[in-house]
């Protein structure tokens, strides 16, 4: 499975952006999707997870109420939408997948894409 992270960018504080991760190959088992973000010299931390579905959703707190996570499985894309973004939300965000329903830890995902860059000025 090959995921792929795009949609990132330079942004202010206030603005919207959307992120899309593209899947190929073998997806059939791939079932829940997540997004994580790191800044250099930090972990990677957990934004947000969607099971198969979409009907199931958890959040960070940092992120609660501005991302919204949903996905296409026809078109094997996980979508996040960041509004009102703010400089703090500036890192390096990834999209995984996951064989398990949905996971909030980077152990249970078993693909990541590239990475894509967000950079949101005050």
């Known amino acids: 499975v090959l995921l792929v992270a795009y949609g990132g960018g330079l942004a202010q504080a206030g603005d919207s952006l959307r992120l899309s991760c593209q899947a190929s190959?073998?997806?059939?088992?791939?079932?829940?999707g997540g997004w994580f973000r790191q800044v250099p010299g930090k972990r990677r931390v957990f934004i947000v997870t969607?099971?198969?579905?979409?009907?199931?959703?958890y959040y960070a707190d940092s992120v609660q109420g501005r991302f919204f996570i949903s996905r296409d499985n026809a078109k094997h894309t996980l979508y996040l939408e960041m509004d009102k973004l703010r400089p703090e939300d500036t890192a390096t965000y990834f999209c995984?997948?996951?064989?398990?329903?949905?996971?909030?830890?980077?152990?249970?995902?078993?693909?990541w894409g590239q990475g894509t860059q967000v950079t949101v000025s005050s």
């Open positions: 190959g073998s997806t059939e088992n791939m079932t829940g």
């Open positions: 969607i099971s198969r579905s979409g009907g199931i959703t």
């Open positions: 995984a997948a996951t064989s398990a329903s949905y996971g909030v830890t980077e152990s249970l995902y078993d693909y």
